[in-house]
């Protein structure tokens, strides 16, 4: 069965501090997508990335980078330099191949508090 | 940009009433989606449309019911609301693609409180 775990449940750093929050995900099939979402305080879940099962490489967007490892089925998430505004709840969500009615299966969360 | 936009950000009802949950997407999106978000759990689906008129259940469908008469509309009806269902509702909206790859946009949530 798909399921995904973020293990962290909540997070606090200080400004400028690099964080990197968990996804470990299961999942039987060998194509596959995962996600990575934020909810801020305003509560709309805003899209991050998407990645699909056989791009491994590592992406860079500015100060946030994914680091997808099959071979751990993990795909952590790092915030370089983290700002007051990067305040949030995380989360990362899997769809698979044979999911024609597009379900994500989402993880619990990560929020993540960053102090001035 | 993707839009998607729901009919109230907060409620508050009362125990036995019908509430409706409205949610409109502006994208020509097949598939549409009721989530609900509750504190440790994460989100749970509730619902989900492929199609105008389609619907089928997601994980918690109990007490719940939904209709999609036009492509651009997807409601959520608590047909008898209890206070067990207080909880963050989210709508999101997606194209229909293959291998699972389409990305899901969300709306910016209604809050519910039952009383």
């Known amino acids: 069965a798909q399921k995904v775990t973020q293990a962290q449940t909540e997070i606090s750093v200080v400004e400028k501090e690099d964080v990197t929050l968990d996804c470990v995900y299961e999942?039987?099939?060998?194509?596959?997508?995962l996600f990575w979402y934020k909810q801020p305080p305003s509560g709309e879940l805003v899209f991050l990335i998407r990645?699909?099962?056989?791009?491994?490489q590592n992406e860079i967007s500015g100060r946030y980078s994914w680091n997808f490892q099959k071979s751990t089925s993990s795909f952590n998430f790092t915030i370089t330099a983290s700002q007051v505004v990067d305040s949030a709840v995380y989360f990362c969500a899997l769809s698979e191949a044979g999911n024609y009615g597009q379900n994500f299966v989402f993880g619990p969360g990560t929020r993540l508090s960053v102090l001035p | 940009d993707v839009k998607v936009t729901q009919s109230s950000r907060y409620l508050v009802k009362r125990t036995g009433e019908k509430v409706f949950l409205e949610c409109v997407q502006d994208?020509?999106?097949?598939?549409m989606f009721w989530y609900r978000q509750d504190p440790g759990l994460g989100l749970r689906l509730i619902y989900f449309s492929y199609d105008v008129k389609m619907k089928e259940k997601g994980d918690i469908p109990e007490g719940y019911s939904v209709s999609r008469e036009k492509k651009e509309r997807f409601s959520l009806i608590l047909e008898s609301a209890s206070t067990n269902q207080t909880s963050m509702y989210l709508c999101a909206s997606s194209k229909t693609g293959t291998f699972g790859k389409e990305t899901q946009y969300f709306g910016p949530g209604t809050r519910l409180l039952v009383l």
């Open positions: 994208m020509d999106h097949e598939n």
């Open positions: 999942t039987r099939d060998t194509t596959y997508y």
């Open positions: 990645r699909n099962s056989f791009d491994e």
